[in-house]
């Protein structure tokens, strides 16, 4: 039997509860590590866990619990997607939001950055290699995530700063 699909909106709200609820110590790394498992196995739902913890001042995706860790390694490439994704729309936004001078939104998609960053770390390799080649390759104008950077407008100066993004994860 397969799960119910979630809407990306009820993802957001479980997520939101289940986080708040693991950082008031009502819920165990392993309950929490379970419904965020349950949670990823649609793209809705990963996505929906993603906006929610990356850029949350909760310090769950900075101690990143065993078990949560195991359950998002089993979310296979969706999750190293979605991770990649991320480090590149957060390292981008670093820049436009130092641009603007929006310094408490700069802040914020640096702790994405690092999160994503940190995660992706601690992935399956293998996975993580093949997607994060991909996006360095388009940050040089070519392969499948092209459109992805042109879809967000990203300038040079912050294809670059992706391109260090995706080569830091390798040191």
């Not at 996505?47 to 390694?73: I, K, Q, T, W």
């Not at 820049?95 to 994503?116: F, I, K, M, P, Y």
């Not at 390799?125 to 997607?131: F, N, P």
């Amino acid at each position: 039997m397969s799960a119910p699909s979630i809407s990306f909106e009820q993802a957001l709200e479980c997520a939101a509860l289940w986080c708040g609820a693991w950082e008031a110590g009502e819920l165990s790394d392993e309950v929490l590590a379970d419904r965020v498992g349950e949670l990823i196995a649609s793209r809705d739902g990963a996505r929906g866990f993603f906006v929610v913890s990356l850029p949350s001042e909760n310090p769950l995706m900075d101690r990143l619990p065993e078990p949560l860790l195991m359950a998002l390694r089993q979310g296979g490439a969706a999750v190293v997607d979605l991770t990649a994704r991320n480090l590149a729309m957060s390292t981008a936004m670093v820049l436009a939001h130092g641009r603007t001078g929006a310094e408490e939104q700069r802040q914020g998609s640096e702790r994405v950055a690092r999160r994503c960053g940190d995660l992706l770390r601690q992935l399956d390799s293998g996975l993580v290699t093949a997607r994060l080649e991909t996006l360095l390759a388009a940050t040089a104008g070519e392969g499948d995530d092209v459109s992805f950077l042109q879809r967000w407008g990203y300038d040079d100066q912050q294809k670059s700063a992706i391109a260090s993004a995706v080569l830091a994860v390798a040191d």
